[in-house]
Each structure stands twice: as structure tokens, then as C-alpha cells.
């Protein structure tokens, strides 16, 4: 229990602190913060007779989306609200909220998104052009609701917003790792409640083909190992989202990442088969064959299907990583680039993409893809989705082309928040015109699935892309990290009313760890670490498949380890104003992890699968030992010798290495308390 409070304790201190550190004005915890809000006067109090009306022409999805937002505020506060099922026949001009809404909302590129609300101490007024922006309004109400010893309330406000880009978006990866229909259920449920807009759906890789397809079945029936969605599950998918003002972006990767597609049809790929299932990862050499016809007449049939079956008006064909090799070994395939004067596979490429243009055009779709797909001369219907960088995305809108960026929101590497917020997809010192920089629509976080199951994915998913959608939503200027801490914080909890497992997923694989009930030990090592970053877990060595297993500690860490952030935030304060309050923190944190692997020893003899972290609860303790020295060195104000300064400087940075493919977090903050001690002076 008194590590429980301990912890507690400090994290509550620390949100008081953050809060009563914010400017004069309304301490809010709205993420994405709103493009306007002014303080009022008062509150409005929640009781049990709150009631909500809909009045104007709105579609029928807001009345959905006004029950979903009633029962989770009923769930959230207990207060047993009267009504059930929002409908038409809610207009009562009396209804604590008064929601207004001019015309239906379409789920399309540029639909109008803002609202206006206004909260006083006697109503709550949401006023929008489309229900779509209704619904993103009614998610800022989830978020303002307080509490005190007095119960729930509003603060008064006044609210005008409206999203800065309309290509808000998340990619979810469902063919490395199969992602049944809940998952997608519930992560379009949390991309709703911080106003992302765009599912992004990677339906086809080289390990698996996900969509079932009447016109061409061996696709589905041998590429997916029997693990696919219907076409009603599709559709089901689909109006799921339209209820929630997201649209849905399918994609299917061609000509390379197709091994799936040739394992019921090998004729199309440019070597002989046969093929199977890839299961491993990276990028592999099976390609479509650019040259046959028949490669285009089977993409012809696929598409005209696939077009009925998605009504966005994109169709996304990937385009990338395409390495060239079953091209330059197909003594045909090089025939035909001579004769029709294809000097490289880079050519090449470009003529299938024009082919696939064609095909996609017929159908009513416009083209996406990634850079790749970009060639001098290629028509400007096509947007482009850059994953390497800023600098082909400044181009390409520079060319005229629409363009959203994804390099920086790759969230399967595992990269703090921090570091993902602060990348700008149009930032204040871009070298744009004005008009140039309207042709970049916005961003999407990418959740590629090699190390993510249906378990793990929404602990690597949420709670970043929570940050991540407030850089599409919120004005340029809204950047301070400190505060974004805080408020991601508050809505991580939040995120789990909406069925989202990544808080409560952590403790459970921890159970399975550990074989039993009792993870303090585990539990207060893992709280430190985080996953190797970027895609340093596929390297030397590498023993993973698609089967996995995904249930290890690097597994179960999370991307941004709070304990070890809130550790270097106290660390920082420490060092710039020291006090005996926060020297007391640090002390029983240190000492705390010092002593715990004598502890996490005991586990491990009932835990042989972590024996590959035995070190680093070791290099744990180790360090926190330095740690307390340090501490020591600084309250009596002692200057430490140049030997132990020395050794220990070797120390932490032996101890900074990656071990069990995981990295220790509060390095950096024990490494501070080091240089501070060692800076002392009798």
C-alpha cells in the first residue's frame, strides 16, 4: 500500500503543480486544445435532471452520437439521467443543452467540422454548421467536465473551433497482425473523442490479405490464413465510422509488399512460384509483373469491386518500398523496358503507377499513395502521403500537388510523445507560399502492426496519437510540451469509457509475466522501462515472425513510460531549485528501485521468461544506488571525488544500453544528479 500512495502521491503533486503553474484563465483539460475559448463566469452543475435537445436539420448520426455522449456522462458521474435514447422528438427549449444544427454533415474531404459552445450557469448552448461539427462539440463537453467535493460540473466558456487541417487521420495496419472488427470498433471510438477524422486502413502486405473479394476469392481464402473481414464486416466498419464523422481510406499495396496476393494467383508476380504467406518482415522481393496485361486486368476487376465497396472518394495503393530485384532477374521484364525506352525499375514504376492511375480514375477514385508514387508529369488529382520527410512534402506541394505528411507519427517506433508533438506538419517557418501550403491537408499517425497485436495495439496507439491529433487540430502556436503532459494524462483515463485497453491491458500482461497475482517487483522495474526505439528490435539476430510471441516486457512497456518521465521532470526541478520536499521524492524513488530486485529475484524463480530482464533490474538497482550517493553529495554539499565521478559517469553510460530490447528511462535523470553532484562545494 505505501508504495501504491507513494506513487499516488506523486503524481497528484505533480498535476496540482502543472495545473496552478497555467497562465491566468481557464485551467481546462481539453486535448485537442480549441482554436478559441474565453473564460466566463460560474459554472453549470450536473444533476439528475440534465436533459439535451437537437433542433435545426441535422443527419440522423447526431442522435447517436448525443446518446453515446449521455450515457458516458451518466456513467461518469452516477447521476441516473432521465432520458434514453436521444431521437427527433428531443427539442424541449427548456433541455439543460441546447444543440443547433444547420444542415446533414457529409463524411467528406473539407466538410465543415466547427462549432461554437457556450456554457453559463444556466445553459449549455452547441451550435454548429454540420452535425459532424455537433459531434466534435459534444466530445469538448465530455472533456470540460470538473469535479469537487460538490460533484460535477461546466466551467463557464465560451468556445469557437474549428480543426486548422481537414486530413486528420490514423493508419492502422490490420495485415501483418490481424485486427478483428472490435479492435477497429474501438480505436475509431477513441480517434472520435479527440476529433482525428480519417481511419487509414492497410488491408494487404506480405503477410496477409484482409478483404474478402467476390470477384477474385483465392485472394482472401489462401492469402489471409483464414483471418479476413467480410464485405459486411466492411460495410459495418464503414457505417461505424460515417457515425462518428470519420471516413475510411482503404489501402492496397501494389506493385510491391504483395506477397499475399500471389499465393492464390502467382501468375501476376514477376518470378515463378509458388508462394506463401510471408512471415517474417521487411522488405521483400515478391512484385506484381508491370508488363502482362493480364496484371492489369486483374487489377481492373479488383478495383471495380473494392471502388463499390468504399464510398471515399480515395483509393490508397501504396506505391513504396519496391526494390526492384524480380524485375532486373526477369529477362522479359527487361525486354520490355528496353523496347519501350525504360531506362531504370524507378521507369518502370512509373508506368505501372500511370497504368493503375487509369484504372482507379475509371472508377470514380482518386489515387493515393506514398512518395513513391510521386513521378514528374503524373496528373494532380493524386495526393500524396509522405513517409520520408518534410522535404519531398514541401516539394510536392510546391509542384501543386496535395500532400499529407506521416514521417514523424510513426508511433510503432515507439517514440516519446514529446517527440512526436513537436513535429509541425506545415511549421512557421516553412518555406511555402500561402497557396503552397494549403496543398498540405494535414497528417496521419501510422500504426504499423510487425511488433503490435490485437492485445498491445491500443498501448501503442493511445495515449500519443491523443497528442498527435492535437497538432491536426490546434493552432500552430499550441506546443507547450509540459502542459501537453498534463492534459494527456487526464484524457488517457478518459479514453478508456470508450473500451480502449491500453491502461488496463499493462497490468494483465504483467500478471502473465509473472505467473501470479503479485507484480510489485515486475511492476515497478517495467514502470521505468520503454521499448528500444525506431525498428532496432528487428535487428541483428531477430527471431521474429508473425506468430510472435508479443508478450514479453518490451511487449508490455510502454512507449513513454510515465513513472520515468515524472522521475526526470522532478529530477529537473530538483537540480534548477533544490528543496527538501523534492529531495525527499527522489530519495524514496531511488530508494525504492534499489532495493526492489532483491525483490524481482524472488519472482524470478517462478518467472523463467524474465530472465532477460534480471539485468536490467540489476543495472536498476546499481544506478539508484549512484543515484542516492549523488543526493547525498548534494545535501551536504560535498564535491564527490574525480574518481567516483569517473566511474560513475562509465557507469550510467554502460547502463544507457539497450538490454532485453528494452531501454532504462531514469538514466538521464540519475546522470543529472551526478553532474549537479559534481558541481558541489563545501
Request: charged share 25%.
Amino acid at each position: 500500500m505505501k508504495k501504491t500512495f507513494s506513487f499516488f502521491v506523486f503524481s497528484c503533486l505533480l498535476l496540482i503543480q502543472a495545473v496552478y503553474s497555467q497562465p491566468t484563465g481557464l485551467v481546462h483539460h481539453l486535448m485537442p486544445v480549441p482554436a478559441r475559448m474565453e473564460k466566463g463566469n460560474g459554472r453549470f452543475t450536473l444533476t439528475q435532471e440534465f436533459t439535451l435537445a437537437i433542433k435545426g436539420k441535422p443527419h440522423q448520426r447526431i442522435y447517436g452520437g448525443a446518446t453515446r455522449m449521455l450515457r458516458r456522462l451518466d456513467g461518469r458521474t452516477g447521476l441516473f439521467f432521465s432520458q434514453a435514447y436521444i431521437t427527433s422528438n428531443n427539442t424541449d427549449a427548456s433541455a439543460s443543452l441546447q444543440i443547433t444544427v444547420d444542415r446533414p454533415g457529409k463524411v467528406i474531404l473539407n466538410e465543415d467540422e466547427s462549432y461554437t459552445l457556450t456554457v453559463t450557469s444556466e445553459k449549455i448552448k452547441l451550435t454548429a454548421t454540420t452535425d459532424i461539427g455537433a459531434l466534435r462539440g459534444l466530445e469538448t463537453i465530455l472533456q470540460l467536465v470538473g469535479r469537487d467535493e460538490n460533484g460535477y460540473y461546466l466551467p463557464a466558456v465560451t468556445i469557437q473551433d474549428a480543426p486548422r487541417f481537414p486530413w486528420r487521420g490514423l493508419l492502422i495496419d490490420a495485415a501483418r497482425h490481424f485486427m478483428p472488427i472490435e479492435v477497429i470498433k474501438r480505436n475509431l471510438d477513441g480517434m472520435a473523442a479527440v476529433k482525428l477524422n480519417v481511419l487509414h486502413w492497410h488491408l494487404t502486405d506480405d503477410q496477409g490479405f484482409r478483404v474478402e473479394t467476390n470477384s477474385l476469392p483465392k485472394l482472401h481464402e489462401l492469402g489471409s490464413d483464414g483471418q479476413y473481414y467480410t464485405q459486411e464486416q466492411i460495410k459495418e466498419i464503414i457505417q461505424y465510422a460515417d457515425s462518428r464523422g470519420i471516413r475510411v481510406v482503404p489501402e492496397f499495396d501494389v506493385p510491391g509488399h504483395a506477397t499475399s496476393w500471389f499465393v492464390g494467383y502467382p501468375e501476376l508476380a514477376s518470378a515463378p512460384g509458388p508462394y506463401t504467406i510471408e512471415r517474417k518482415f521487411g522488405i521483400k522481393n515478391p512484385t506484381f509483373d508491370p508488363t502482362k496485361e493480364e496484371t492489369y486486368t486483374f487489377l481492373d476487376t479488383f478495383i471495380k469491386e473494392m471502388a463499390a465497396l468504399f464510398p471515399d472518394e480515395y483509393l490508397h495503393i501504396g506505391g513504396d518500398e519496391n526494390n526492384g530485384k524480380q524485375w532486373k532477374a526477369n529477362t522479359q521484364i527487361q525486354a520490355f523496358m528496353k523496347a519501350n525506352n525504360l531506362a531504370s525499375n524507378h521507369d518502370l514504376q512509373t508506368h505501372f503507377i500511370e497504368r493503375a492511375l487509369k484504372i482507379v480514375t475509371r472508377y470514380n477514385k482518386k489515387m493515393m499513395g506514398w512518395d513513391e508514387i510521386w513521378q514528374p508529369g503524373i496528373t494532380k488529382s493524386i495526393m500524396i502521403q509522405s513517409w520520408r520527410g518534410k522535404k519531398s512534402l514541401f516539394e510536392a506541394a510546391r509542384k501543386g500537388y496535395t500532400a499529407i505528411l506521416s514521417n514523424g507519427y510513426y508511433i510503432d517506433l515507439a517514440w516519446s510523445t514529446s517527440r512526436h508533438y513537436l513535429i509541425d506538419p506545415v511549421p512557421a517557418d516553412a518555406d511555402l507560399t500561402d497557396e503552397q501550403k494549403k496543398n498540405i491537408l494535414g497528417g496521419e499517425a501510422a500504426m504499423w502492426s510487425e511488433l503490435a497485436t490485437e492485445e498491445t495495439i491500443d498501448s501503442r496507439i493511445w495515449p500519443r496519437t491523443a497528442a498527435i491529433a492535437e497538432r491536426f487540430w490546434s493552432p500552430g502556436s499550441v506546443k507547450d510540451v509540459e502542459d501537453m503532459y498534463r492534459r494527456l494524462d487526464i484524457i488517457s483515463l478518459q479514453l478508456e469509457e470508450v473500451g480502449l485497453l491500453h491502461e488496463k491491458n499493462y497490468e494483465m500482461m504483467l500478471r502473465r509475466l509473472a505467473g501470479c497475482r503479485d507484480i510489485t517487483s515486475l511492476k515497478t522495474l517495467v514502470d521505468v522501462l520503454e521499448p528500444v526505439e525506431d525498428y532496432k528490435r528487428h535487428g541483428k539476430g531477430n527471431i521474429l515472425t508473425s506468430f510472435g510471441p508479443y508478450t514479453l516486457v518490451p511487449d508490455a512497456a510502454n512507449p513513454d513510460a510515465a513513472v520515468a518521465r515524472k522521475f526526470r521532470f522532478l529530477t529537473d526541478q530538483y537540480i534548477s531549485s533544490p528543496n527538501e520536499a523534492a529531495a525527499k521524492e527522489l530519495t524514496y524513488w531511488l530508494t525504492l528501485w534499489k532495493n526492489n530486485h532483491a525483490a524481482f529475484q524472488q519472482t524470478l524463480k517462478q518467472a523463467p521468461i524474465l530472465k532477460d530482464v534480471a539485468p536490467l533490474s540489476q543495472t536498476l538497482s546499481a544506478m539508484s544506488e549512484i543515484g542516492l550517493q549523488a543526493m547525498e553529495h548534494i545535501r551536504t554539499g560535498k564535491t564527490p571525488s574525480a574518481s567516483w565521478v569517473e566511474t560513475t559517469k562509465k557507469q550510467l553510460e554502460e547502463a544507457k544500453k539497450p538490454q532485453a530490447k528494452c531501454e532504462l528511462k531514469v538514466v538521464e535523470g540519475i546522470e543529472k544528479l551526478v553532474q549537479k553532484a559534481a558541481k558541489a562545494t563545501t
